[in-house]
């Protein structure tokens, strides 16, 4: 009885690990822009919203504007360096506290399972740091947010042995895939 109770909280804790939020990427754009006016853009971090003092410091903001200016660059999109560009990319990044619970339910319906063995419900807590990076794609003549993409997920994950550049780099090229391919097209030819 013991030996099943012990491997079946090993299991638990296994999946409970496993469980860990991946990233979750999503984006929104206004379907009456025709982006085939775009060509050229301006990065910035948005630093009224970069408060988180990690994920937001300058080290990831500058992390983040790299990973930006290769996916649009790789695009068709050109930089702007001196004068007006038609877009401003503009980026913030936040972090919360979460925590996950699961229920662990070995219980039969008929009471304490067959020959006796089952063990009452155990539920099981998880801390952990969500961190959203927010990029913003601006018409610089109208100020109005044309398309928008978001990741959600632990990008500051201490667990894992993970290169932080690559993390936000994979972060940004996954945001970024959602956008139009290449200046000149629509967003019907980004498919």
Not at 55 to 60: A, C, F, K, R, W
Not at 128 to 155: K, S
């Amino acid at each position: 009885m013991k030996l099943k109770g012990i491997i079946s909280s090993l299991f638990v804790v296994g999946t409970l690990a496993s469980c860990a939020p991946a990233i979750t990427v999503k984006y929104d754009y206004d379907p009456k822009v025709n982006v085939r006016q775009f060509t050229t853009y301006r990065i910035e971090a948005d630093r009224q919203r970069n408060a988180d003092p990690i994920v937001g410091s300058n080290l990831n903001q500058r992390r983040i504007a790299d990973a930006l200016d290769q996916s649009l660059k790789a695009r068709g999109y050109k930089p702007v360096t001196q004068g007006e560009a038609d877009l401003v990319v503009r980026f913030f990044t936040d972090a919360r506290d979460r925590q996950q619970i699961q229920s662990n339910n070995t219980m039969s319906p008929w009471g304490w399972g067959w020959g006796g063995w089952g063990m009452p419900n155990q539920v099981y807590s998880r801390q952990y740091e969500e961190n959203r990076v927010v990029i913003n794609v601006i018409d610089v003549r109208t100020n109005d947010i044309v398309w928008q993409g978001w990741a959600t997920g632990q990008l500051n994950n201490r667990n894992k042995e993970r290169d932080r550049d690559q993390a936000f780099r994979e972060t940004v090229t996954s945001i970024m895939k959602n956008f139009p391919e290449s200046a000149g097209q629509d967003y019907g030819a980004a498919r």
